[in-house]
């Protein structure tokens, strides 16, 4: 196994105290920022020293390529964005600290019904006029560092990309217009008379959502799990992070750190990169 090795802040001398336990054949830099410890050996060092080091790792085996994908999947609030848009609407409408409290809690996982804990929080934008939408999206969406480099690369290699959100299709739409994403799944905010009715439209996307939509893109575009990453943050991506061959906890809760192949606490997005040869 190979274990790669990145952070913002990483320095040679954090690689060499890792390399001590992990004993690898050799080492290789990726970029300025990321190393690869070529057949390195699992030691209960690697997590401590990351860990007090604010490093992230990953064990990987060797071969794996990023031209070698054809799907990569992702959640946008927190992932692909630096924001939870509903978090920001919230906060425009003045409830602002109810509703970040409900998506932190569905987040973690401690409020098992998930469409539940969505239409409470949508309720609370009962009202709202629509043109806040807007607002959100030109003043408070921003993209997560490294993202548009990830993207690229997908382009170049011609891996397709799917956004799927317990967001609102109102901000998938345009991410998918502007960053050229092949599929996109969300929810859509039902809206009246120019303003938020509090309900949403149609099917409610959930984590069972997602995994469907995972799923049937790979049925669609014959694509075996192991040509495929799903990356999230949150409890509701876990079960499309499941399906995919590799999964990826990007800034993610514990719950979700523990079930993924790997996590990316420190890096940007283009950190996955890094991970593949």
């Known amino acids: 196994m190979n274990l790669v090795l990145q952070s913002p802040a990483i320095e040679r001398a954090d690689v060499d105290a890792v390399a001590d336990g992990a004993r690898p054949s050799s080492i290789e830099q990726i970029t300025q920022r990321a190393f690869r410890l070529l057949n390195a050996h699992p030691h209960d060092s690697v997590a401590r020293l990351c860990q007090a080091r604010r490093i992230d790792y990953a064990w990987m085996e060797s071969g794996r390529r990023f031209a070698g994908l054809k799907l990569l999947a992702m959640d ?32 973690r996982g401690e409020i098992a019904d998930y469409q539940e804990s969505l239409r409470r929080r949508v309720a609370l934008l009962a009202g709202m006029e629509a043109s806040a939408l807007e607002k959100v999206y030109r003043e408070k969406l921003r993209l997560t560092p490294g993202a548009e480099e990830l993207l690229a690369a997908c382009t170049k290699h011609g891996v397709r990309t799917l956004l799927v959100s317990g967001g609102f299709t109102f901000f998938t739409e345009r991410l998918r217009v502007r960053l050229g994403l092949d599929y996109t799944l969300s929810n859509t905010l039902e809206i009246k008379d120019g303003r938020l009715a509090g309900r949403l439209a149609g099917e409610i996307v959930d984590a069972d959502a ?34 995919a061959g590799f999964s990826v906890a990007f800034h993610a809760k514990p719950l979700v750190r523990a079930e993924a192949s790997c996590a990316l606490t420190y890096s940007g997005l283009d950190g996955v990169l890094n991970l593949f040869e």
């Open 76 to 107: 946008m609030d927190s992932t692909l964005i630096t924001i939870e848009c509903i978090d920001e609407l919230g906060a425009l409408a003045g409830k602002g600290a109810e509703i970040a409290a409900i998506t932190e809690a569905a987040m």
């Open 210 to 243: 997602k995994a469907r939509k995972f799923a049937a893109v790979l049925k669609e575009l014959k694509i075996d799990r192991q040509q495929s990453v799903a990356i999230g943050d949150g409890a509701n991506d876990l079960k499309m992070m499941a399906a």
